[in-house]
């Protein structure tokens, strides 16, 4: 469970720093356009720190972290959401920067792909080790 806080906590942090960030650095640099800088702070809020905050009470009810699905889980999903806002960043300064949809480099909306790959199949996983939970706590009621 002290994973689940610890990133909740980690994205939380994450969250707020990168809204700070997008208002600074476009006030800096005179930018009053649209930047996907805007969209880090939602997606780190709640892709982070909400989803890990409701993990952290399925854990306590269905008892999550102790499955390799679990683990698994975690590594995908932070991988994807690593991947996915980093990639938000570095597209929202290039395009602050000057650069128009034209002139960013291919590898960043590939990578922003790969990284929305990877939150699927982390919560996919999730849904399965959830899925199995669930059906033990129902036949353990059928059962009492």
Do not use: C
Not at 80 to 98: D, E, K, P
Not at 126 to 139: A, D, Q, S, Y
């Amino acid at each position: 469970m002290r994973r689940s806080y610890y990133a909740a906590h980690v994205y939380m942090i994450a969250g707020v720093v990168s809204g700070l960030f997008y208002r600074e650095f476009t006030k800096i640099k005179d930018f009053h356009g649209e930047t996907q800088l805007a969209l880090m702070h939602t997606h780190l809020l709640a892709l982070g720190m909400i989803v890990f905050l409701v993990v952290l009470v399925l854990d306590k009810v269905f008892q999550l972290s102790g499955a390799r699905l679990f683990t698994a889980f975690f590594w995908f999903y932070n991988a994807g959401i690593a991947l996915s806002t980093g990639m938000m960043g570095a597209h929202g300064i290039l395009t602050v920067l000057g650069r128009d949809e034209d002139h960013i480099p291919e590898a960043v909306p590939l990578a922003a792909g790969l990284g929305h790959i990877l939150l699927t199949v982390g919560l996919i996983l999730l849904f399965v080790l959830l899925g199995k939970r669930v059906n033990e706590h129902v036949r353990q009621a059928a059962d009492s």
